[in-house]
């Protein structure tokens, strides 16, 4: 359980920075995101950018130029007109990604955290004991050659099973 709120709140923490980042425009919040979840930040950051310019290729997503002026009256009443910026589902659209990819990063350091201490202290080792070969009895084929009948788990009969044995694939 109390991985688990660690796992989650690593996610949110990453998550959250990026969300700060993207939000005000802060490089800082957005370099510490990717930063906080490496190594899977970096492809995830290169993906981002990859989208990036893909969405930028859409017309008026992106404008390289981009002008305005503005107004103001006696009674000071202000108008403002200006052309050529960012889109503003671009903007958004962008944003969303950027918080997505380095979220995603961090969710799947997670699991391949997880994965390496999995390896390392496997509870499931002792309850796939049925992965491993029969003990010789004197007849038939010895252990070590192919295609030599497995020990069921928790059974030393042939042919039984329990059903929270499953076979390797």
Do not use: K
């Not at 009443?77 to 903007?91: K, R």
Request: charged share 15%.
């Amino acid at each position: 359980m109390t991985g688990r709120l660690v796992a989650a709140a690593y996610v949110a923490t990453v998550a959250g920075l990026a969300v700060f980042g993207f939000a005000t425009g802060s490089t800082a919040g957005i370099l510490l995101a990717g930063a906080l979840s490496l190594p899977v930040s970096v492809p995830a950051i290169v993906g981002f950018y990859v989208a990036y310019g893909l969405l930028a290729q859409v017309p008026g997503a992106n404008p390289s130029v981009s002008t305005g002026t503005g107004s103001c009256t006696a009674d000071g009443v202000c108008e403002y007109s200006s052309t050529g910026d960012l889109a503003t589902w671009f903007l958004v659209t962008t944003d969303v990604l950027g918080v997505a990819a380095l979220a995603l990063a961090a969710a799947a350091n997670v699991v391949l955290v997880r994965h390496l201490l999995g390896r390392r202290w496997s509870p499931r080792a002792d309850r796939l004991s049925c992965l491993r070969p029969a003990p010789a009895t004197g007849r038939g084929r010895p252990p070590s050659r192919r295609g030599t009948p497995r020990a069921p788990c928790g059974s030393r009969a042939r042919g039984a099973r329990r059903p929270s044995c499953r076979r390797a694939r």
